[in-house]
């Protein structure tokens, strides 16, 4: 760029506002060295946002997957987390644990939970006290208890989705089921697909014991089979009981039983050409997951003749913290998509309250950015593998409400993520169509 006139450089120093007492000599280089780098700033952008253009173009031909439709169910049943504690102590008989009810009552009021959704009510959990009793065996009691419930629970949440998709259940051509909460076979993804009327041929495949990334990695799978079948539409349903790992309350289970709830969720996954009717809420754009080495015995399940025993290792938070910006780096792959982590929105699986503490603490991201993620926490509690569907469908609610004032609350690019044992973390890139196209949703 040539250096400025004098003229040129009044005009411009008049905006820049400098001190009358300097000279016009170094008014003048002032002026200049402010413009050379407003071009510099502006070259940069306009070289990002070409890239970005580029990309997406990229991406588009090769026909990325999306989300098409969300739906979610929960029990009917509700207790408020500060009655959690007496409630849980009554119906294990441990009331004279006085120092444990104590403990348990103190966690509760940190979870950040103000109420949670349970299948099972206090009069059926009493009406069989071999869940309580460590001499008992009470494996098949409590795959007989949710052997129907888990897959009709998924029913009330994928009858929602498929209405909103809008298309016949025959168009279903994958079903991809994520539970810690059924346990034969044939399971809980041939009796959904019974339920639906899904056609014969549908694809089933069922994703066990992946803890709360299993809806975050059955929505990576989908993906894929999305991606990789064409006019394939992926039903993905996650559906989730506590009563498989309900006992009676110890130093280590009272975290586990101060957080988990019941609930389900279900998504509609496709690619390529929409058919009619059919609108993308996410696209689905890249995906990774990542196990952090040596962290196996921080988190993790274990089914014995007493149950599923769930561990949450106090460790959980930090290992999670220390490791998620690199697995978000790997995830967005070069995509010049932001410039900063708070271009983005977050669809954060809220395991615990602490977990959202620190993700909000290592992206140093401004108030409100997990909102979604901490209102799902809130309202329902950790329903393991389905609490993504349900912090997906409060973010695309709280898009309609922006819609609705014609302002889009949600930017365009954003990232899931969830945790699970491994200590696994599934991290996925989304993009949210922007215009007028999704004004109906
Ligand atoms: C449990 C909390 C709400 C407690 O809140 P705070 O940490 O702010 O409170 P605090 O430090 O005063 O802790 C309260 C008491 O709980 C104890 N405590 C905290 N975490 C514990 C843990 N994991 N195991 C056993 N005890 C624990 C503390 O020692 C303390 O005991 P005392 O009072 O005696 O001093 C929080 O730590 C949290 O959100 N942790 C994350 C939980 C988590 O890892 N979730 C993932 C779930 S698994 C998942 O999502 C995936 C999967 O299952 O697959």
């Given amino acids: 760029m040539a250096t400025l006139t004098m003229a040129e450089a009044v005009h411009y120093s008049a905006q820049l506002k400098l001190p009358d007492s300097m000279s016009p000599a170094d008014k003048r280089s002032r002026t200049d060295d402010a413009i050379r780098q407003m071009v510099a700033v502006a070259g940069t952008r306009a070289e990002r946002q070409r890239q970005r253009v580029v990309w997406s173009m990229d991406q588009q031909v090769q026909g990325h997957a999306a989300m098409l439709a969300i739906g979610t169910a929960n029990p009917t049943g509700i207790v408020p987390q500060d009655e959690f504690a007496d409630n849980f102590f ?42 309580f009793d460590r001499e008992m065996p009470s494996l098949s009691t409590r795959i007989d208890m949710v052997a129907t419930a888990t897959p ?17 259940v ?17 399971s809980a993804d041939l009796q959904l697909a019974s339920l639906l009327g899904l056609r014969p041929t549908v694809c089933r495949t069922m994703l066990s014991l992946h803890g709360c990334s299993g809806g975050a990695r059955a929505l990576h799978l989908a993906k894929e089979l999305a991606e990789n079948n064409h006019g394939a ?6 559906s989730e009981m506590t009563l498989v790992g309900i006992r009676s309350p110890n130093e280590s289970n009272l975290v586990g039983h101060a957080l988990f709830s019941d609930g389900a969720g279900a998504v509609i996954v496709g690619a390529g050409p929409l058919g009619e009717g059919e609108r993308p809420l996410f696209d689905m754009v890249s995906a990774t ?25 106090i460790q959980v938070p930090m290992l999670i913290g220390h490791n998620i910006e690199q697995c978000l780096i790997d995830a967005f792959n070069n995509a010049p998509c932001c410039s900063s982590w708070n271009d983005l929105f977050w669809a954060v699986h809220p395991g615990g309250r602490r ?33 993504i569907v349900f912090v997906l ?29 491994g200590v696994t973390i599934e991290a996925m890139v989304l993009r949210c169509p922007q215009g007028p196209s999704l004004k109906k949703n």
């Avoid at 997951?289 to 290792?313: F, K, R």
Wanted: proline share 4%.
């Fill in 90 to 131: 009554r119906v294990t008989k441990s009331d004279h644990l006085t120092e444990l009810k104590e403990k348990l009552k103190r966690i509760c009021q940190k979870t950040g939970i103000e109420k949670r959704h349970f299948h099972l009510t206090q009069e059926s959990l009493g009406a069989h006290p071999e869940l």
């Fill in 152 to 168: 009709m629970l998924a029913q009330s949440a994928a009858t929602k989705a498929i209405a909103e998709w809008g298309r016949p």
């Fill in 170 to 186: 025959a168009d279903i051509t994958h079903l991809v089921f994520s539970t810690y909460s059924a346990w034969q076979a044939p």
């Fill in 233 to 238: 539409r992926v039903l993905v349903a996650c």
């Fill in 289 to 313: 997951q990542t196990t952090i080495p040596g962290t196996e015995h921080a988190l993790g399940m274990q089914v014995s003749g007493a149950g599923v025993n769930i561990h949450v290792g």
């Fill in 355 to 387: 977990i959202l503490d620190s993700i909000d603490t290592v992206f140093k991201l401004e108030p409100g950015k997990l909102g979604a993620s901490r209102h799902v926490l809130r309202e329902y509690g950790n329903m393991s593998a389905a609490t």
């Fill in 393 to 421: 469908d409060e973010l695309r609610k709280r898009r309609r409400r922006g819609d609705d004032d014609g302002d889009n609350l949600l930017p365009e690019w954003g990232v899931m993520l969830a945790f699970g044992p």
